[in-house]
């Protein structure tokens, strides 16, 4: 009877919203409709995490096992996303050596990290370059081009020189078109990978109005479309507000980097939200219950917004708790996820915009190089791989209490 009660319950949200769900071609592609994930007509949430390092590790062939490994891993406790990087460009082991030219190895590496999540029934989503230096980023593109002959002055000429954006664009064209030598399917067909992300956390300091970003996002999602018509796309940002949303930048952390939560996230060919969230660096120094607060304000006024402004899912693609803050326990870290997790699952169990959470990041045994404080090895941390797998069962249970109620089966 509790279930029943759930389900007349979810029935009638989904007509409220107009969410009426169709069996589709059942490509297995991720696509949205209104403020939901859908996969083959049933809703989709993810329960995920982030593992930039895939692509690096698999590119040597003695190291491919932690790759399965953490598939399998995070597999068992019901994970269904990674997020990780389709992108290092120039210096030690590139993917891109110099514009146009790969290493065809590490190229190599990212195909059998495609193939392994294939394997383990766990969707991508594949970052296409970084704000930062760390993998070259927007600093090396700008770099290239300066060796080109271009006079460039800031590394967020990365948004506006035309060289700059021809070089990006062949990198994207390049990735979309990748015949994956594992599986035998181009990248651009492959429903493994559920979305591409534009840029990870980009950031223009020297244009604070968002006229930029805004401008690079429009013309690069537009790119990215006439390419590829499969596959999802997000910009890769944090969530901070801009112009658009005046009232809600009292919000932001203390940031004013160029990027618009709102108008960003409107841009004709981005097909859902995304925000980060990292109270412990962004109010450092701050206790935990204002670190706590600040979050569930931060993911409330963000699910909100996708709900009734975006009219869009939004995915939490980024959050975690550092084991190098003062006083940091595995209690606190614990209370974080759950506090991330119950906004996902309230707004989800409602018929809501939030459609699932990605931690930051999954490791494997035998990787403590990779440590950078907000680790995870699931294996070595059973209280908050128990929260992690709470979560994935009762998104689950949602998700198979909408396919009862259309008679789709699960």
């Not at 071609?25 to 895939?54: C, E, K, S």
Request: aromatic share 14%; net charge positive; charged share 20%.
């Amino acid at each position: 009877m509790r279930h029943l009660g759930w389900v007349l319950c979810l029935v009638l949200l989904t007509q409220q919203q107009d969410f009426q769900i169709q069996v589709q071609a059942g490509d297995g592609f991720i696509r949205t409709r209104g403020v939901h994930f859908l996969m083959n007509g049933t809703p989709y949430y993810a329960n995920g995490f982030n593992a930039y390092w895939l692509m690096y590790m698999a590119s040597d062939p003695s190291q491919r096992a932690k790759v399965s490994t953490a598939f399998r891993e995070a597999s068992s406790r019901g994970l269904t996303v990674a997020r990780t990087w389709a992108f290092s460009d120039g210096g030690y082991r590139p993917l891109q050596y110099s514009p146009g030219f790969y290493n065809q190895q590490m190229f190599e590496g990212l195909d059998f990290v495609v193939a392994e999540a294939r394997r383990y029934g766990i969707r991508l989503i594949l970052s296409l370059v970084n704000n930062y230096e760390n993998f070259g980023g927007k600093k090396q593109y700008v770099n290239w081009a300066r060796s080109r002959g271009q006079y460039l002055s800031s590394e967020d000429d990365f948004f506006r020189n035309p060289v700059v954006k021809g070089f990006f664009k062949n990198h994207v064209k390049t990735v979309l078109n990748r015949y994956n030598k594992f599986t035998g399917v181009v990248y651009k067909n492959d429903p493994t990978i559920m979305a591409w992300e534009l840029m990870n956390e980009p950031r223009c300091t020297s244009d604070p109005s968002g006229r930029t970003i805004q401008a690079w996002i429009t013309e690069m999602a537009s790119f990215v479309k006439l390419i590829d018509g499969n596959h999802l796309l997000e910009a890769g940002l944090e969530g901070f507000y801009g112009q658009t949303t005046p009232w809600r930048k009292r919000l932001n952390p203390g940031y004013n980097i160029g990027t618009d939560f709102i108008a960003n996230n409107q841009i004709r060919g981005i097909d859902f939200a995304t925000v980060h969230a990292y109270p412990d660096q962004w109010l450092s120094g701050s206790n935990e219950q204002t670190q706590l607060s600040f979050l569930n304000n931060w993911l409330g006024a963000h699910i909100q917004d996708a709900q009734n402004s975006l009219r869009k899912p939004v995915l939490l693609t980024e959050f975690g708790k550092s084991w190098k803050d003062p006083g940091f326990s595995t209690y606190q870290r614990d209370q974080l996820f759950k506090a991330v997790y119950y906004q996902i699952y309230s707004s989800a169990r409602r018929g809501g915009a939030a459609a699932g959470g990605l931690f930051w990041q999954l490791l494997t045994e035998g990787m403590d190089s990779f440590r950078d404080g907000y680790d995870i090895v699931l294996s070595q941390s059973p209280s908050t791989a128990n929260v992690i797998a709470q979560q994935s069962r009762k998104l689950d249970q949602i998700r198979r209490m909408f396919a009862r109620s259309k008679g789709i089966g699960n």
